[in-house]
């Protein structure tokens, strides 16, 4: 069966650093693409950021560019985001999602976010 | 690309046939996708490249639309459809969501 289980959040003060995990089962980790997305209490969904399936690739939203790092080790498979810098306004639920590539009709493969994990939360607070 | 999703909110009966739009700020052509997300759990995928059903999900959900304007339909609403549903767009960085449409029980 396919699963991401993170792990690695909690309570950290502002500035400081944290870095989440998030553990592949069930599937070849190395043949996909995987992204992390948060969710403040709350709130809506927002993505944070993407690791093409070599790790060569990566995007990150505006809000974390600079202060956040996705990576991967496909022999562990595993992904990781090492967060650095932290502010009060990056807690939140994060999630991560393995990106599949779909086919529809009219325009052929897309990207989708098909598995997601449980999430692991994660407060900035002094 | 920015998303915005119609209504934010809605109560509706068991039984009834619930609409939900996401309107794009450019063309994303047929690039978008529908999750559903019930309170503490990970969103789950229903609906990719507009209309295309997920493995697995009930044939009650339906997606159209393509350009700026789509749509997902549930036909005949379940209680377990109760939940907060989000479009996405898949055609560039960054993979913007809507705002969220919140299904309540009426």
């Known amino acids: 069966q396919v699963h991401l289980v993170e792990s690695g959040g909690g309570v950290v003060q502002p500035e400081r650093s944290l870095r989440l995990s998030c553990a592949a089962s069930?599937?070849?980790?190395?043949?996909?693409?995987m992204h992390w997305v948060r969710q403040a209490p709350g709130k809506g969904l927002e993505w944070v950021a993407f690791?093409?399936?070599?790790?060569?690739?990566?995007y990150y939203a505006d809000s974390v560019k600079g202060r956040f790092t996705i990576s991967r080790d496909n022999f562990k498979n595993t992904l990781y985001l090492q967060m650095d810098s932290l502010r009060a306004e990056d807690t939140a639920v994060y999630y991560c999602?393995?990106?599949?590539?779909?086919?529809?009709?009219?325009?052929?493969?897309?990207?989708?976010?098909?598995?997601w994990g449980q999430g692991t939360s994660v407060t900035v607070s002094s | 690309i920015q998303l915005t999703q119609s209504p934010s909110s809605l109560s509706a009966s068991v039984g009834d046939r619930v609409t939900i739009t996401c309107r794009a700020s450019?063309?994303?052509?047929?690039?978008l996708a529908w999750y559903q997300q019930k309170p503490g759990k990970a969103p789950k995928l229903l609906i990719y490249?507009?209309?295309t059903l997920q493995s697995g999900v009930s044939s009650r959900f339906s997606g159209s639309g393509s350009g700026t304007d789509f749509t997902l339909t549930i036909s005949s609403l379940q209680p377990e459809d109760f939940a907060t549903y989000y479009c996405?767009?898949?055609?560039?960085?960054?993979?913007?969501f809507g705002q969220g449409t919140k299904v309540e029980i009426k």
């Open positions: 999602a393995r990106n599949w590539v779909g086919w529809g009709p009219h325009i052929g493969t897309s990207d989708v976010f098909d598995i």
């Open positions: 069930g599937f070849t980790f190395s043949n996909y693409g």
């Open positions: 690791t093409r399936d070599d790790g060569v690739i990566k």
């Open positions: 450019q063309d994303i052509s047929s690039y």
């Open positions: 490249v507009a209309s």
């Open positions: 996405q767009q898949l055609i560039t960085y960054p993979r913007t």
